[in-house]
């Protein structure tokens, strides 16, 4: 159903809402609220916290505005009972004009608290007289355009009237779970009336999801096990021969892992295995021994990697290790005339290894044995994308690598289709980075650290959440940032890099940081992916409280790639018990599968699955929390429901139909 077919939407307002990706009425029916404004109960300031979003009563005693500013503001001198505080508003000057000496109920975050006042900051308003919106439990959502939270709740609520989600869940077996029904689940998120109603709703909807996904998945595991068509004529002692090669002894963990994939080459059936392991556990270089048995045995080798520096920092490390083969490079920047050639290489032999990025998936590069790939950084590939690679070789064998730490319990459903190797152990030489929190107080310090730093060659990273700040001025922008360090570090040479940047701005930047040209990088998460840079000793993570858990250890892995002593610092916005907490786990681990398993306790199914992990199909439930134990009953009704019992056929082609959709989807 169109959303125009929705009363009050307009075209502009449809442009609006396909900003979000919302192009139908169904689609508006899975935009879930970001969060909830709890208006059950009147607080008083004076026992609010910092940062706490309140609800409270007072008195309206003056108002001024400045217009003159940066960034305008109103603000409004307040009182309640004998307590005085102020409330501001950035870029509202029409609150001047609306708000007159009387009471009125606030609803908003608080801000630079001490003993005596606090302020509040871009408050909800409403007189206390004529309180009609500020009651109860209210759905907020995310925005575009000239979208406003009352034209979205509208819609919501509309098109859930006239396209009602079903159930594809076998309906003996939501009865015999005590499932409620999904279109009262739906209703239930959209228009709660407590938070019991969030909590049960959001677990209904996540489990339908991951019904869905995990059935899908079971389809895919349908064809696992292949019979092999390539044969390898690598020996062990050849193998060892090349490990030797590397300047450092393996790890047990890297042992382990040959050995896993040496045996998968010489089975029955071809391979696919995932290798997970924590930041510098030496993945790559298992990979390399991988890539060794396919060209010694006569065959091509393909590496993806999710951007062109670390294609090429792959490829320079394939050719220092492979001497004997010819290894080309294949990104999207790539000259036509040289991308032409290296397809020709390809086809014809000529080339033995090709590493590149998405460029390698086009229709038109082929291979003339390919029968080994490497996904690098597995999560920023779906199941598609890993497929069409390994179809360009007959019954090819495919190792994927993921440095992102995932709870066993949750690998065992998610990866249900590979084989799983975990590497748990790192290198003797890497030291472990020492993670602070550092407070307001000594920040001056920390940037004095970094000037001091860069003086003795030492680089620097800053990362922020958002490439934009905040209305409630709690979160700096990247640009901010950027612009703030130069003023107060003015000797240090320093780079910007954020995700609306073109590729090849980006790939500019992070190559002229490896080569030393600057010695700060002011960058959002896109330099989560890993880039070796030696000379990197410093990470510093701005509200590290708004980042999850096992983020902040793929961040935290950028620095410590060399010899020298490295560090992390956090600076958090916010003091909440469960900040305080995660962060906790996090400063006193470097155990990535450790940080995995508490997040998964502390932050629940719904934020450790979300877009990043689960991909396109989960980004919708982000949004939602819910318990993790709802993911293994889905498992559960999906093993039920494909037992014979029901419609696996039904079931079969539902899931189909999802796996269509997982050209985007990352299980990790």
Same mark, same amino acid.
């Given at each position: 159903?169109?959303?125009?077919?929705?009363?009050?939407?307009?075209?502009?307002?449809?442009?609006?809402?396909? $900003? *979000?990706?919302?192009?139908?009425?169904?689609?508006?029916? +899975?935009?879930?609220? #970001?969060?909830? /404004?709890?208006? &059950?109960? !009147?607080?008083?300031?004076?026992?609010?916290?910092?940062?706490?979003?309140?609800?409270?009563?007072?008195?309206?005693?003056?108002?001024?505005?400045?217009?003159?500013?940066?960034?305008?503001?109103?603000?409004?001198?307040?009182?309640?009972?004998?307590?005085?505080?102020?409330?501001?508003?950035?870029?509202?000057?029409?609150?001047?004009? $609306? *708000?007159?000496?009387?009471?009125?109920?606030?609803?908003? +975050?608080?801000?630079? #608290?001490?003993? /005596?006042?606090? &302020?509040? !900051?871009?408050?909800?308003?409403?007189?206390?007289?004529?309180?009609?919106?500020?009651?109860?439990?209210?759905?907020?959502?995310?925005?575009?355009?000239?979208?406003?939270?009352?034209?979205?709740?509208?819609?919501?609520?509309?098109?859930?009237?006239?396209?009602?989600?079903?159930?594809?869940?076998?309906?003996?077996?939501?009865?015999?779970?005590?499932?409620?029904?999904?279109?009262?689940?739906?209703?239930?998120?959209?228009?709660?009336?407590?938070?019991?109603?969030?909590?049960?709703?959001?677990?209904?909807?996540?489990?339908?999801?991951?019904?869905?996904?995990?059935?899908?998945?079971?389809?895919?595991?349908?064809?696992?096990?292949?019979?092999?068509?390539?044969?390898?004529?690598?020996?062990?002692?050849?193998?060892?021969?090349?490990?030797?090669?590397?300047?450092?002894?393996?790890?047990?963990?890297?042992?382990?892992?040959?050995?896993?994939?040496?045996?998968?080459?010489?089975?029955?059936?071809?391979?696919?295995?995932?290798?997970?392991?924590?930041?510098?556990?030496?993945?790559?270089?298992?990979?390399?021994?991988?890539?060794?048995?396919?060209?010694?045995?006569?065959?091509?080798?393909?590496?993806?990697?999710?951007?062109?520096?670390?294609?090429?920092?792959?490829?320079?490390?394939?050719?220092?290790?492979?001497?004997?083969?010819?290894?080309?490079?294949?990104?999207?920047?790539?000259?036509?005339?040289?991308?032409?050639?290296?397809?020709?290489?390809?086809?014809?032999?000529?080339?033995?290894?090709?590493?590149?990025?998405?460029?390698?998936?086009?229709?038109?590069?082929?291979?003339?044995?390919?029968?080994?790939?490497?996904?690098?950084?597995?999560?920023?590939?779906?199941?598609?994308?890993?497929?069409?690679?390994?179809?360009?070789?007959?019954?090819?064998?495919?190792?994927?690598?993921?440095?992102?730490?995932?709870?066993?319990?949750?690998?065992?459903?998610?990866?249900?289709?590979?084989?799983?190797?975990?590497?748990?152990?790192?290198?003797?030489?890497?030291?472990?980075?020492?993670?602070?929190?550092?407070?307001?107080?000594?920040?001056?310090?920390?940037?004095?650290?970094?000037?001091?730093?860069?003086?003795?060659?030492?680089?620097?990273?800053?990362?922020?959440?958002?490439?934009?700040?905040?209305?409630?001025?709690?979160?700096?922008?990247?640009?901010?940032?950027?612009?703030?360090?130069?003023?107060?570090?003015?000797?240090?040479?320093?780079?910007?890099?954020?995700?609306?940047?073109?590729?090849?701005?980006?790939?500019?930047?992070?190559?002229?940081?490896?080569?030393?040209?600057?010695?700060?990088?002011?960058?959002?998460?896109?330099?989560?992916?890993?880039?070796?840079?030696?000379?990197?000793?410093?990470?510093?993570?701005?509200?590290?409280?708004?980042?999850?858990?096992?983020?902040?250890?793929?961040?935290?892995?950028?620095?410590?790639?060399?010899?020298?002593?490295?560090?992390?610092?956090?600076?958090?916005?916010?003091?909440?018990?469960?900040?305080?907490?995660?962060?906790?786990?996090?400063?006193?681990?470097?155990?990535?599968?450790?940080?995995?398993?508490?997040?998964?306790?502390?932050?629940?199914?719904?934020?450790?699955?979300?877009?990043?992990?689960?991909?396109?199909?989960?980004?919708?439930?982000?949004?939602?929390?819910?318990?993790?134990?709802?993911?293994?009953?889905?498992?559960?009704?999906?093993?039920?429901?494909?037992?014979?019992?029901?419609?696996?056929?039904?079931?079969?082609?539902?899931?189909?139909?999802?796996?269509?959709?997982?050209?985007?989807?990352?299980?990790?």
């Amino acid at each position: 159903m169109l959303l125009t077919s929705l009363k009050f939407i307009s075209e502009k307002r449809e442009k609006d809402f396909n $900003k *979000l990706n919302i192009y139908t009425a169904e689609e508006l029916c +899975r935009h879930f609220p #970001r969060e909830y /404004l709890d208006l &059950t109960k !009147v607080t008083q300031l004076k026992d609010a916290y910092h940062n706490d979003v309140v609800l409270t009563l007072c008195e309206v005693i003056g108002v001024t505005e400045n217009r003159y500013s940066r960034r305008p503001f109103v603000k409004a001198v307040c009182r309640q009972n004998n307590y005085v505080f102020n409330a501001i508003w950035f870029n509202q000057p029409y609150m001047a004009t $609306k *708000l007159k000496p009387g009471e009125y109920l606030f609803y908003g +975050r608080v801000q630079n #608290r001490d003993r /005596l006042t606090c &302020t509040m !900051v871009n408050p909800s308003v409403e007189p206390a007289e004529k309180n009609v919106r500020l009651k109860g439990l209210i759905p907020v959502y995310p925005l575009s355009g000239t979208l406003t939270q009352g034209v979205v709740r509208t819609a919501v609520l509309q098109a859930l009237a006239k396209t009602p989600p079903d159930s594809y869940i076998p309906l003996s077996l939501q009865k015999k779970y005590s499932l409620i029904s999904l279109k009262d689940a739906y209703l239930k998120v959209h228009k709660p009336a407590n938070k019991e109603d969030v909590a049960s709703a959001s677990a209904r909807i996540a489990l339908e999801e991951y019904f869905l996904l995990i059935s899908a998945f079971k389809v895919i595991k349908g064809g696992r096990d292949e019979a092999r068509l390539n044969h390898y004529s690598v020996t062990e002692k050849q193998l060892e021969q090349f490990i030797s090669r590397f300047p450092f002894p393996f790890t047990e963990g890297q042992n382990s892992a040959v050995r896993d994939i040496f045996e998968n080459l010489h089975s029955p059936h071809k391979m696919n295995r995932l290798i997970q392991g924590d930041v510098g556990s030496g993945k790559t270089a298992v990979a390399l021994a991988g890539i060794f048995m396919a060209v010694k045995s006569g065959y091509q080798a393909a590496m993806l990697a999710p951007t062109e520096v670390l294609a090429r920092q792959n490829a320079a490390l394939i050719e220092k290790y492979f001497p004997d083969y010819s290894v080309c490079t294949l990104t999207g920047s790539t000259p036509a005339a040289e991308k032409r050639a290296i397809k020709k290489g390809l086809d014809s032999g000529e080339y033995k290894i090709v590493c590149g990025t998405h460029a390698v998936l086009q229709t038109d590069v082929a291979f003339k044995n390919l029968s080994f790939v490497v996904c690098d950084e597995q999560h920023r590939f779906g199941v598609a994308q890993r497929a069409s690679l390994s179809d360009k070789g007959d019954g090819c064998d495919v190792l994927i690598m993921s440095a992102t730490p995932i709870p066993r319990t949750l690998s065992l459903i998610f990866y249900g289709e590979l084989d799983v190797t975990t590497i748990k152990d790192k290198p003797a030489a890497r030291q472990p980075v020492s993670t602070s929190v550092i407070p307001e107080r000594k920040y001056r310090d920390m940037l004095s650290y970094v000037s001091e730093q860069a003086k003795q060659g030492n680089q620097t990273y800053f990362v922020c959440p958002k490439i934009e700040g905040d209305d409630e001025g709690t979160v700096m922008s990247v640009t901010e940032l950027y612009e703030d360090l130069k003023a107060k570090m003015p000797g240090v040479r320093t780079a910007l890099l954020h995700g609306k940047m073109k590729d090849k701005e980006k790939n500019a930047v992070m190559t002229a940081f490896k080569a030393k040209e600057y010695d700060c990088l002011v960058s959002t998460t896109v330099i989560e992916v890993g880039v070796d840079v030696p000379d990197a000793t410093t990470m510093i993570i701005y509200n590290a409280e708004r980042f999850g858990l096992s983020q902040l250890h793929q961040l935290r892995g950028r620095v410590g790639r060399g010899d020298k002593k490295s560090y992390c610092f956090l600076l958090c916005g916010a003091d909440s018990e469960e900040a305080v907490e995660r962060l906790t786990v996090f400063k006193n681990s470097n155990d990535g599968f450790e940080i995995a398993e508490a997040d998964l306790k502390i932050r629940g199914g719904g934020d450790f699955l979300g877009t990043r992990q689960s991909g396109r199909v989960l980004s919708e439930i982000k949004n939602l929390k819910f318990p993790v134990e709802t993911i293994f009953t889905a498992k559960a009704i999906s093993d039920e429901a494909f037992s014979g019992a029901f419609d696996v056929k039904l079931l079969s082609r539902i899931a189909a139909e999802k796996y269509e959709s997982l050209k985007d989807v990352t299980l990790n």
